[in-house]
């Protein structure tokens, strides 16, 4: 009622009177809904009615410190302070002053003040574990959030806190001790089991996670994210069928997502139910035309079943949303080779290189293709450079023996061969594969047999 009359006075500009504890609740409610200015009007009028309101000159620092007008809020409160240097509001306000500016230290050191005089603890509490949480002080932040579990066990915010805070510090045994602790005392609160169970996951023991992912769901049948994570729990069991029940009642709770489709997906695609995998993916990119990780498992699931035209269609979408990732490129790469497209494989093979995949499956895949191609020289010069980071590579060394005959630098081609075969002869039938005249060459096989016969 009393809002109602505000904004009824605001539109007549007629003026009534509200007590004090009105027009709190007005401006507290403005506040809320990040109505400033009218929360301001509210507070302006307020004090005209009851100028000597510290309350009311409080909200108003507030409203200044919402609008981030910190000098003005800053003014305000040492008058403020002056008034009522025993309210514990003054000090809370300055802590938020100091903690926008960056002073976290000296934000603590007012909510300790504050804590010092006011009744309601709880909130201080709250207000220093998040100081600590900016400080990375996660010892002294969890200590003061287990403060607010400890006066109201139902401060569930608090709980998210204080596990965060153990995972920051990867103090996971630990997190599960104090869970169990509070489950002992609060054991239908189907937050913590969702904790306790993501603690278990996390130290990989699945079927601890799995028991307390059953309790959060039977607490709360329509707990979204007790479903998701009993559905990836069950995934590492092996458990695919039932991983896939709990995926599909998420969707069944909510709205289907791109990532509930893609588990679903997988874990189809695991139980080798290829058709309902692909329903899946599709589902995933229907929902998110932008998720990359939806196209390159279409594109690798095609690829695996060889239907190469598919596998190029999907790949080419992914790389639309991603042209920086490597694995794409290279997968491309090795579709277009299927696909005997030969200039897209090299280009594939040159954008990994390029975006600093220099692993040595890329320099073969590139030197190969430019050889079938007969562009020696530019496959020499890839192995060169293959060389210099992949030394005492037989892959490299007896390519290298390959193309330096072709080129007709033969000493070169010996000299390549006999580090090739230090390092391992039998590899030696890669030139019969990929440059058989050079295998046939008479003096090739010479230094070949030579070889192993001085070896056996």
């Known amino acids: 009622m009393s809002l109602l009359k505000f904004e009824s006075m605001l539109k007549t500009n007629n003026i009534y009177f509200f007590d004090l504890v009105e027009f709190e609740e007005i401006i507290v409610h403005y506040l809320d809904t990040g109505k400033i200015s009218l929360a301001k009007k509210a507070i302006k009028l307020g004090l005209e009615q009851h100028p000597e309101s510290i309350d009311l000159k409080l909200l108003m620092v507030e409203a200044y410190i919402t609008e981030n007008e910190i000098d003005k809020a800053s003014v305000l409160l040492k008058r403020v302070a002056v008034l009522a240097p025993t309210n514990e509001e003054v000090y809370i306000q300055k802590a938020t002053i100091n903690s926008k500016q960056g002073f976290h230290k000296e934000a603590i050191l007012d909510l300790k003040k504050a804590l010092s005089l006011t009744d309601d ?67 239908y609160c189907e937050v913590a089991w969702h904790q306790l169970g993501r603690q278990h996951f996390v130290l990989e023991n699945y079927k601890e996670a799995l028991i307390a992912f059953d309790y959060a769901v039977l607490i709360d049948e329509s707990f979204v994210g007790g479903y998701l994570e009993k559905a990836k729990t069950l995934e590492q069991l092996g458990n695919y069928q039932e991983a896939i029940d709990n995926y599909l009642i998420t969707i069944e709770l909510d709205d289907p997502t791109a990532y509930v489709n893609i588990r679903v997906g997988e874990c189809y695609e695991k139980l080798d139910k290829l058709d309902a995998a692909v329903s899946y993916y599709k589902k995933a990119v229907h929902e998110d035309p932008f998720l990359d990780k939806g196209w390159i498992l279409l594109t690798n699931l095609y690829f695996e079943q060889q239907n190469y035209s598919k596998a190029a269609y999907y790949i080419a979408k992914a790389l639309k949303i991603d042209e920086d990732n490597t694995l794409y490129w290279r997968r491309y790469a090795e579709i277009n080779l299927k696909l005997s497209f030969y200039e897209e494989a090299v280009s594939g093979f040159k954008s990994c290189l390029m975006l600093g995949d220099t692993s040595i499956e890329i320099y073969i895949g590139l030197t190969d293709v430019l050889s079938f191609l007969g562009e020696f020289k530019d496959a020499l010069k890839v192995l060169l450079s293959a060389q210099k980071m992949h030394q005492e590579y037989e892959e490299v060394e007896y390519r290298l023996v390959g193309l330096f005959f072709i080129l007709g630098k033969e000493k070169y081609a010996f000299s390549h061969l006999i580090t090739a075969m230090q390092i391992e002869y039998e590899y030696h039938a890669i030139l019969k594969e990929l440059y058989p005249t050079v295998f046939e060459n008479a003096e090739i096989q010479k230094l070949l047999k030579d070889y192993k016969k001085a070896t056996e």
């Open 121 to 187: 603890k709880i909130d201080v509490w709250s207000l220093m574990g998040m100081e600590y949480l900016y400080l990375e002080d996660f010892k002294n932040a969890r200590i003061n959030f287990a403060y607010c579990i400890e006066a109201d066990y139902e401060d569930y915010s608090a709980l998210y806190n204080i596990v965060y805070c153990f995972d920051m510090q990867k103090q996971h045994k630990e997190a599960i001790k104090y869970l169990i602790s509070y489950v002992d005392i609060n054991p």
